[in-house]
C-alpha cells in the first residue's frame, strides 16, 4: 500500500505541474491569429504567417529570425532595407509567433523545408538576398549550402552554427530526456523571462519587443519548440555547410555585436578560416540583441557590404 502511495506521490509531482503550467498558456488558434496584420499560407510542413514589406518591384530580401524571438525582431532592420529599395519577406518559423505548432525533430531538414516551400509558395525562383539572425543565421547558412543558385547574397547576423555558448542547466536540458523536458515545460517560461527581463533596460529600437518577448512565453507549444530547437539543430556545427558555400564564392557578410554572451566572437575567426572571403563587422558594445539595440550599426555593415559586391 505504501509504494502504491509513493508512485501516486510521484506521478502527482511530475504530472500536476505539466497541468498547471499548460493552463497559463494560451493556445495560436484563430482568436489568436485574428490579430496578426500579416498573411498565412498554408504549406504542406504547416501554416506559416508571413508578411511583405517594401516597394513590389524591389530587390527581394528574406529574412530568418532566430531562436525565441519572431519575426517581429526585424522590424528596426526592417525598415532600413525598405529605405535601400528592398522588397522584404519576414516569418515567423513553427513553433513561434503566429505560425503553426508543426510536429516534428527541429532541425535543419525541418527548417530548411519550411523555408523552401514558403519561396515555392510565393512564387520567388532566385535573386535573393538572405538574411539570418542568430539560430536564423544557422537556417540561412544550411538553405544556402544546399540552394546556392537561389542567393545573390547572404547575410549573417550573430549567427549560430559556429559555437554557442550555454550553462550547466540548459546543458543538462538538452542532453537528458524526460526530466529535460519536464524542467522545460514547467520552468523554461520563466528562464526565458527573466534574461528577457535582464535586458529590457537596454534602449531598443523596437519599443514594445520586451514586452511581445514575454508574452510569447505564455503560448503553448512555444517552450518544446525551443527545446527541440537546441537539441536537434543548435547543438551541431556547421563547418561543412560554411566550406561549401565558400566553393560557390557567394557574397556573404557576417555582422558579430562585441558583448555577445549567446554567440562567442570566436565564431568570428572560426568563419574566417571556413570562408576566407566574408567580410565581417563587429558593432561595438551591442550584445545577442543587436538587431533592435543597434540596428543603425547593422544597415551600415550592409550598406557597405553591398556597395563592395
Not at 96 to 125: C, H, M, P, W
Not at 150 to 156: C, V, Y
Not at 265 to 286: H, Y
Request: glycine share 8%.
Amino acid at each position: 500500500m505504501i509504494l502504491w502511495w509513493i508512485l501516486l506521490a510521484i506521478l502527482a509531482i511530475y504530472f500536476v505541474p505539466l497541468a498547471i503550467a499548460r493552463h497559463r498558456r494560451r493556445p495560436m488558434n484563430k482568436a489568436a491569429r485574428a490579430e496578426a496584420p500579416g498573411k498565412f499560407a498554408n504549406l504542406p510542413s504547416g501554416r506559416t504567417y508571413y508578411e511583405w514589406h517594401g516597394p513590389l518591384n524591389g530587390p527581394i530580401a528574406v529574412c530568418i529570425h532566430g531562436l525565441t524571438t519572431p519575426s517581429y525582431v526585424w522590424r528596426a532592420v526592417e525598415s532600413g532595407l525598405k529605405m535601400m529599395d528592398y522588397r522584404v519577406l519576414t516569418y515567423d518559423l513553427y513553433g513561434r509567433g503566429y505560425s503553426g505548432r508543426a510536429l516534428g525533430r527541429q532541425n535543419a531538414k525541418f527548417f530548411v523545408t519550411q523555408l523552401e516551400e514558403l519561396l515555392e509558395d510565393q512564387g520567388i525562383d532566385g535573386g535573393i538576398m538572405l538574411l539570418g539572425y542568430s539560430m536564423g543565421g544557422a537556417i540561412a547558412t544550411c538553405y544556402t549550402a544546399k540552394h546556392p543558385d537561389m542567393l545573390e547574397r547572404l547575410i549573417l547576423i550573430a549567427p549560430a552554427g559556429l559555437g554557442i555558448n550555454s550553462n550547466k542547466l540548459q546543458d543538462f536540458i538538452i542532453k537528458t530526456p524526460v526530466i529535460g523536458d519536464w524542467i522545460m515545460r514547467v520552468f523554461g517560461g520563466h528562464m526565458i523571462r527573466k534574461a528577457i527581463k535582464a535586458e529590457s533596460s537596454i534602449p531598443s529600437a523596437i519599443p514594445d519587443i520586451y514586452d511581445r518577448q514575454i508574452a510569447d512565453t505564455y503560448v503553448r507549444g512555444f517552450l518544446p519548440a525551443v527545446l527541440s530547437s537546441l537539441r536537434n539543430f543548435l547543438s551541431k556545427p556547421l563547418d561543412e555547410e560554411h566550406r561549401k558555400i565558400a566553393k560557390t564564392g557567394l557574397p556573404v557578410a557576417a555582422i558579430w555585436g562585441e558583448e555577445d554572451k549567446v554567440i562567442p566572437l570566436s565564431g568570428l575567426g572560426k568563419l574566417t578560416k571556413l570562408n576566407r572571403n566574408v567580410r565581417q563587422t563587429m558593432v561595438e558594445g551591442a550584445s545577442h540583441s543587436l538587431a533592435y539595440t543597434h540596428p543603425k550599426d547593422v544597415i551600415k555593415a550592409i550598406q557597405e557590404f553591398l556597395r563592395e559586391v
